[in-house]
C-alpha cells in the first residue's frame, strides 16, 4: 500500500504560519494567508520531515 501524507484539520491550529511548509524538501506543503496548508500529493515524498515540525501534531503519513 502506497503511503500518503494526511493533514488532521481539526488538530490544525490555523491563524498563524505553519512550520512545516517551510521546511519540506518537496515544497509540496502551501498555505494560503493563514489557513491550514495544502498538500500537492504529486510533490509530497512521504519523508516526515514535516510531521516533525507540526506543533500540533495536525500532519500524519498513513
Avoid at 490555523?14 to 512545516?20: A, D, E, I, M, Q
Avoid at 512521504?46 to 500540533?56: L, N, Q, R, Y
Wanted: aromatic share 4%.
Amino acid at each position: 500500500m502506497e503511503k500518503r501524507l494526511t493533514l488532521i484539520v481539526e488538530k490544525c491550529s490555523k491563524n498563524h504560519v505553519c512550520p512545516p511548509v517551510s521546511v519540506c524538501p518537496a515544497m509540496a506543503l502551501e498555505q494560503d494567508e493563514y489557513k491550514a496548508p495544502t498538500i500537492d500529493e504529486s510533490k509530497c515524498i512521504c519523508c516526515g520531515t514535516c510531521m516533525e515540525f507540526c506543533p500540533k501534531q495536525a500532519l500524519i503519513i498513513t
